[in-house]
């Protein structure tokens, strides 16, 4: 019988893999064995913490969610005193970890929603509560930023915080088709220079 920390310690790898794997495949392709194999675990172990590849990808959506949480929470923007500037500084935190190859960067929740929201609705649902989840986070700083700089539009904090999400995982779509992390910084750029412009920040 394996011990806590090693029951735990698995099922962390597999979490793992499986967001490194369906990140460079994508759900469909990836199987239970390349996860296994990226863990270097066996399916017995596999199998032991999770019934089917589905639960794994429900599971992995929460764990990536979480790494996001904390890997953001310590973004250094987060201790700017202006809200406009963490705003900002979010952003550029965000081009700032376009390094290494593809997989490491793109996001495992717009990579898992764009195959399977029509084929399989729990992860189209996990998917939509993560990406939802961290928009909310950025609903505060925006909302702040709106009250202190009087900004009055037909546009709201919720519904920017979604336009952020939105060109950051277009951004990402284009960075697997063009093969490179430039043209997502390019986006990211366009984005910067387009929330300065909605808070009167000039460049």
């Not at 913490?49 to 973004?75: I, P, R, V, W």
């Not at 915080?161 to 284009?174: E, S």
């Not at 960075?175 to 460049?203: I, M, N, S, T, W």
Request: aromatic share 8%; with cysteine; net charge negative.
């Amino acid at each position: 019988m394996p011990t806590e920390p090693a029951h735990h310690e698995s099922k962390a790898k597999l979490l793992d893999a499986a967001v490194q794997v369906i990140r460079a495949k994508g759900y469909s392709a990836a199987t239970v064995d390349d996860v296994c194999r990226a863990a270097g675990l066996t399916k017995g172990s596999f199998f032991h913490h999770f019934d089917s590849k589905q639960e794994l990808a429900l599971e992995a959506a929460a764990h990536f969610s979480a790494m996001a949480d904390e890997a953001f929470a310590q973004g250094p923007y987060r201790a700017l005193p202006d809200p406009v500037d963490r705003l900002l500084g979010y952003v550029d935190f965000r081009k700032a970890i376009l390094r290494g190859e593809l997989p490491e960067f793109t996001c495992l929740l717009g990579t898992m929603v764009q195959e399977a929201y029509d084929t399989h609705p729990e992860i189209r649902a996990a998917c939509d509560a993560a990406i939802s989840h961290h928009a909310k986070s950025l609903e505060v700083d925006i909302a702040q930023a709106m009250e202190r700089r009087g900004t009055d539009g037909t546009w709201n904090a919720r519904s920017l915080a979604f336009f952020t999400q939105a060109v950051i995982q277009g951004a990402f779509i284009l960075a697997k088709a063009k093969h490179g992390p430039a043209v997502a910084g390019d986006c990211l750029d366009h984005l910067r220079h387009y929330l300065q412009l909605l808070f009167e920040r000039p460049p």
